[in-house]
């Protein structure tokens, strides 16, 4: 409890920050649903052949995983805040389509044929009879709606949206509850809070005659009209004002500036952080950071359409998974592919390497290290059918990972599981496996006091880090060369691990660090 | 006037009404009956078009509806549905309003018109103005039901099975006010039933409709005595006659044959045609062809006589302490007005005075008694 005050405490101004940033997503989300729901809903009642249709793709639409359908919007539309706020949509837009559906089509039959008889075109049955009977179901449905946003905009932060969601992936990148709670307990508050005043407004806009006969409350019309007055004020101050932010910024000149991406991990939000105040201080262009995004795959995207200008990467990830080059071990050629290839054929400069490497290695703990004596790559493998491996699931695939030590080298080990980030440090600790495969910069490498294997046979491949730009920004703001060299060869991997470790087990947030970097190098006044 | 012409109408491929043609007069309070599936519902619907017709045309003072949009139609036309369907989410007045509102009314008039409504269909307007319908009794939300189909004062009424839903004692009041309205405002009112006894209760005129077409269409009373068909007959049922006294008259239920002897024939002769007769009365008429009554002679008074007064006119000893009704004296107002302790026998006359034939005690009993006898054949 005292740590997550403490978050709390450090964090306070970033954290309103994204609060703001998240209602604002959720609200435009929700408007937007409600902007497509109501009409699409009422559109249907009165063609019923297609209600099965959209009923059916939006029941279909919501039982697509959000992570997945994150990844398949962003090569699509970008990364930030769209993708996210389509994704959201498509899942609030089900509960408000559906109970309009329900609500009008509940109505009975003998209160349509009055309106019909009396004499109310269609469109005034609608407006005097439809819509008022059917406020309630409406309103229930945009009230799940809103609540439902508020949960999925936290997955937005994937894709570099922000909000609330990108405390919660810090703290599980780091293994930081605390940090996790806070983001999602405003996140929680939130989604109560919406909840309860929509509730407030539904029983308002819900009229009398439709209530229990005991619970009729006869209001006159003035006051009728007052509460609807509130109702929608209430609706404006949750849905609009939150809005408004992004309008401002919409207002705002365009400046000169540069967009730094990173991706999801310590390492790439220091290295973000880094760049970003690298620039800001070196040069007089504005930087805006959209950083936490979830893999290469979705900030190549960002850079290719342009969301993003620069982020950094690994000769290793890059060559395989970007430039689908062949598998090779030898670290300048492969550095080379991939500067020429990233030239060729994205029009990006990739930097001189940073300096550290931040390739796999494998970790034992002391015991095991111990009883089989093991410190090199060549003694692990002689005892690998002995031992339970615990790795990432990239690791299973990559080919010139798992597949190759089984293929080339005929190595078996006793288990495989596959195990994500850091809760393979939590099952080597426990003794549920004997072997991991490790980043060399990752923090908890050094915390855990686990062993590392020393690559004594060359297996592993090479990953140089290096930052990646986009040509038309080197051209645009040619000043940004000479900073960005400043970086070349300028982080070891012991340096680079001493900040994650300050990140991930200290808690100092990678912006300080980051920036305490850069002034002890004397790279920034 | 309503012309309703030729119309024919199907769902998919079921024929629901079939040439059907019936001439509605102004201020006539028309019922359409039949059972249910025989397509009343459908025929009334089709006058305001809430359902379109496939042949034939209805023509409304002149003017074909074919000729007339939907909705425009409909705001001239009242409509009374079962359980009133009024608006849930409304107030009583703001069901009204709405009405009014469609209707063209200007805003400032609209509440005094609500609360004539209200007190039209007598509901106190200060006690139920602000009331939701789910607050009221079924025949408080028709009443407003009624109220809200005369509120842009139509000339026409259409009612479709307004009261099926309600009590006895609150349908038969309803029946009655609907009536009186109908007759005080001058509306031509088009009511669809099931039920026999309301349309005989309300209707000027009565619609029968069997499978999608018009059995008969007449008064009430001639329905019942004279049946089109079996079909008719047996919807309307044999007994239903015996239990409505006012449609049976005198001259439906009386024997034609009166023993009767002229004013100038004697006591002796009177009673020897009573023995013959084994009757206890004769009726005396005047001389000559006209046969107007003069009187009755009792056999008991000409008991009391002695033998020489045997020979006395009868002019002399008839009696005129009887009671008399005319041929389209109706059963009911016979038993409201017979003593039966004191008649033995009621002669029937005509309205010039001239003796048509007579009812006793035992065939007004028989008459009344009919009605059950055939129930019990029924079951």
Redesign the interface.
Known sequence: MNGLLEVFMQRRGELLELFIQHMEMTSIAVLLSICIGIPAGILITRWKTAANVVIGVANLMQSIPSIGLLAFLVPVVGIGQRPAIIMVIIYALLPIIKNTYIGITGIESSTMEAAKAVGLSGFQTLLKVQIPIAMPYIMAGIRISAVTAVGTVTIAAFAGAGGLGWFINLGLNANDADLVLLGAIPACALALLIDFILGKVETALTPEGLKPADKICYRTEKERKKRICWSVTAFILIFFLPCLYTLSAFLKPDEKKVVVGSENFTEALILGNIYSILIQDNTDLDVEEKFNLNGTMITMSAMEGGDIDMFTDYTGVLAPNVLKLGLSTDTDQVYEQVRDGMEEQYNMKVSEPIGFSNTYVFAVSQEVSDKYGITKLSQLLEYAGELRLGCTTVFTQREDLLPKLTDEYGVSFAEVNGLEGNIRYQAIQSGKVDVIDAYETDALLKESGLVVVEDDIGFFPPYQALSVVRDEVLDEYPELEDVLSEMDGAITTEEMMEMNYQVDVEGKTPAETAREFLEEKGLID | MIKIEHVSKSYKDKLVLRDVSVTVEDNEFIVIIGSSGCGKTTLLKLI?K?LPMDRGNIIINGHSIRDVQG?????KIG?V???G???????VKENLE??LK??NMPTEKRVDRVFELLDMVNMDPKVYC??????LSGGQRQRVGVA?AFALDPDLILMDEPFSALDPLTREELQDEIVKLQKEYKKTVIFVTHDMDEAIKCADKICVIEEGRVAQFDQPEEILKHPADDYVEKFVGRNRLWGNPSYIHASDIMSTKPVQLSKDRTALQALQTMRKNGINSVLVTAAGPRKILEGVVWLEDLQKLDDRKMALRLSEVLSVDYRFVFEDTTLQEIIDRIDYDRSGIIPVLNRRGELKGFLTKSMLLSALSKRYRHEEEEL
């Open positions: 305001n809430l909705t425009e139609l409909r705001r409509y549905l079962q359980d369907g009024l608006f849930p989410h409304l107030t709405l009405v469609i209707g602000n009331s939701y319908p789910c607050q809200r």
